[in-house]
């Protein structure tokens, strides 16, 4: 399957942009790039997906590397209600195509 | 509307007993996937259950553990003879089968059910 890695840990002040990033240099021309995140003590939640172009919703910004070999979730406005473990998972015939492959994800702290 | 539900929401048994963990899905989901959560670990898939089609239980660990959904809705997840390396927390979720879209769907998790083997 293919890999993601992730910056084990992110800080970031209440308020301000935030960019995490992912790597997946392995990843197939049908990988679909996918974000989810874990708050403390609850299910991991669904923030948001993409193949090629960027995307946009409610909670956050997906941006895809024209080469796909990375990508970056940006969250515009970062609350502390955002502090939470991201993983970055690859759906696909190169990534997993039933059960999500969770890596160590990277952990955002948010001070107020 | 409701989403994924789990019971009970906490467990304790003792070493060697069996314990039975329940999912219940967002109606209509036609897959169901089982994961657990280890003490400061990341999150381990189980079981993964598609319609009609034979489960997928390439992440169990042992024989101790299994799985059933009943009429395509409900999951029993069984854990036989716990031991305390069982500890962790069992989370449930579930997607929609996406007619011609495959990878896009997503997965909706339960809050989890915490074991607790002493």
């Known amino acids: 399957d293919a890999k993601t890695t992730q910056p084990n840990s992110m800080e970031s002040n209440e308020e301000e942009p935030v960019h995490l990033p992912c790597n997946h240099s392995?990843?197939?021309?049908?990988?679909?790039i996918h974000w989810y995140r874990q708050l403390p003590s609850q299910g991991p939640e669904y923030v948001i997906h993409?193949?090629?172009s960027n995307v946009n919703n409610r909670m956050a910004s997906l941006a895809i590397a024209e080469d796909r070999k990375s990508s970056t979730l940006i969250l515009h406005r970062a609350t502390l209600r955002d502090a939470a473990v991201y993983y970055c998972?690859?759906?696909?015939?190169?990534?997993?195509?039933?059960?999500?492959?969770f890596g160590k994800g990277t952990k955002l702290s948010v001070k107020p | 509307g409701a989403g994924v539900s789990q019971s009970p929401s906490n467990k304790v048994t003792e070493k060697g007993k069996d314990v039975e963990l329940r999912c219940d899905p967002i109606?209509?989901?036609?897959?169901l996937y089982w994961y657990r959560q280890s003490l400061g670990q990341g999150l381990e898939f189980l079981i993964y259950?598609?319609?009609?089609?034979?489960?997928?239980k390439s992440g169990l660990p042992s024989d101790r553990f299994s799985a059933e959904r009943t009429g395509g809705s409900v999951s029993t997840l069984t854990i036989q003879r716990t031991q305390q390396e069982d500890s962790a927390v069992y989370l449930c979720?579930?997607?929609?089968?996406?007619?011609?879209?495959?990878?896009?769907?997503?997965?909706?998790f339960g809050p989890g059910t915490r074991l607790l083997v002493l």
């Open positions: 979720a579930s997607s929609p089968r996406l007619a011609g879209v495959p990878y896009q769907e997503t997965q909706y």
């Open positions: 392995t990843i197939s021309g049908t990988d679909y």
């Open positions: 993409g193949l090629t």
């Open positions: 998972i690859l759906r696909g015939q190169g990534g997993s195509q039933g059960n999500l492959i």
């Open positions: 109606s209509g989901h036609t897959a």
């Open positions: 259950f598609q319609g009609n089609s034979a489960p997928d």
